[in-house]
């Protein structure tokens, strides 16, 4: 695997690199192909992004098709709503091709039309060529939660139990099918909590069942974004 970790002194710098590096993965998709795709991670790792993204523009915005890699079944005005999140930090995401889970739809229904907008924009194959992700106190990645069915399920996209987080809500999740055929996964990590998972990855440990973010393993490339008080030798 084509695995970098790109070291930060503090948390500004991680939403700034980690910005920088996404813009640049999704101007090098627009230049070689006409437009890029990003996947954006629910949870409270992307929010700094948005305010980021929402001062200073994001070059190139209009060519960009933004997915969600993971959301809760709630309702959009929900705080608990990751797009809705998404769309009052960064209302300038609606100059971009914005594409989100049908929360008006049934729980049985959301996953599946939701991976045929996927696959209608992207194609059977579907190849992001920016997922982003985090990293959660309890190794889960996107919606994919230690000892849950989603980290076997074979659909692209997939509902998902809410794991040990809260709200107690259903999830949509994309899975490991899904993420690993990106071109890229960025994913950000920070703190001194996520450090022993850091110390897991860089180990070799590649059991899923208890630690999700292991079996992160895309195509192309993965990068881990971080700040000191996650790495092992800080």
């Known amino acids: 695997m084509n695995r970098e970790f790109v070291l930060c002194d503090t948390l500004d710098a991680v939403t700034r690199m980690s910005s920088e590096l996404i813009q640049r993965l999704c101007a090098e998709a627009i230049l070689e192909r006409g437009s890029a795709s990003l996947a954006i991670s629910g949870g409270s790792t992307p929010q700094a992004l948005f305010m980021l993204w929402q001062a200073e523009t994001f070059p190139g915005l209009a060519s960009v098709q933004v997915f969600m890699s993971d959301e809760r079944l709630v309702p959009t005005a929900s705080n608990d709503s990751n797009h809705g999140t998404m769309l009052r930090l960064w209302p300038d995401v609606s100059c971009g091709q914005l594409f989100l889970p049908d929360m008006a739809l049934s729980d049985e229904s959301i996953a599946s039309n939701y991976e045929a907008q996927v696959v209608g924009v992207l194609g059977e194959l579907p190849s992001f060529d920016c997922v982003m992700l985090g990293l959660g106190?309890?190794?889960?990645?996107?919606?994919?939660?230690?000892?849950?069915?989603?980290?076997?399920?074979?659909?692209?996209?997939?509902?998902?139990?809410?794991?040990?987080?809260?709200?107690?809500?259903?999830?949509?999740?994309?899975?490991?099918?899904?993420?690993?055929?990106?071109?890229?996964?960025?994913?950000?990590?920070?703190?001194?909590?996520?450090?022993?998972?850091?110390?897991?990855?860089?180990?070799?440990?590649?059991?899923?069942?208890?630690?999700?973010?292991?079996?992160?393993?895309?195509?192309?490339?993965?990068?881990?974004?971080?700040?000191?008080?996650?790495?092992?030798?800080?």
């Open 137 to 234: 106190e309890d190794g889960h990645t996107a919606s994919l939660f230690p000892g849950k069915p989603s980290l076997t399920d074979t659909n692209l996209i997939c509902l998902a139990d809410h794991g040990a987080l809260p709200p107690p809500v259903k999830r949509l999740t994309f899975t490991y099918p899904l993420i690993n055929n990106a071109r890229n996964v960025v994913v950000i990590a920070t703190g001194a909590k996520k450090r022993p998972w850091i110390e897991t990855l860089l180990a070799g440990n590649n059991d899923t069942s208890t630690f999700p973010l292991s079996g992160v393993s895309p195509h192309g490339k993965l990068w881990i974004v971080l700040d000191r008080a996650a790495w092992p030798e800080a």
